[in-house]
């Protein structure tokens, strides 16, 4: 049974910090593409940051230069780095696994971007 377990949101002040984690079990970890998405209320789910399986990532433009994704395989974990948060940054953040669309989904982590 595959699991993605999300874990590092919270509560941050503009221009702070966090780091997401996302721990998965029941796959063949290193041959999965991962993506962090983000849902704000009343906004559709976006895709924010993706690794590959060979470690080439993409960002949004949005988070360019501020996020990071990365992935340790012995950890079965991806990570999300983020830096310079901002409120537009506040939404659920969900872990994304897939070999195909639509693949495997976390239960999502709340981040909250607030003075």
């Known amino acids: 049974q595959v699991q993605l377990v999300e874990s590092g949101g919270g509560l941050v002040q503009p221009g702070g910090s966090l780091r997401l984690s996302c721990a998965a079990s029941g796959l063949a970890f290193s041959v999965y593409y991962f993506g962090w998405y983000r849902q704000a209320p009343g906004k559709q789910r976006e895709l924010v940051a993706g690794i590959t399986s060979g470690g080439s990532t993409n960002y949004a433009d949005s988070v360019l230069g501020r996020f990071i994704i990365s992935r340790d395989n012995a950890k079965n974990t991806v990570y999300l780095q983020m830096n310079s948060l901002k409120p537009e940054d506040t939404a659920v953040y969900y872990c994304?696994?897939?070999?195909?669309?639509?693949?495997?989904w976390g239960q999502g982590t709340q981040v909250t971007v607030s003075s």
């Open positions: 994304n696994a897939r070999v195909s669309m639509p693949g495997y």
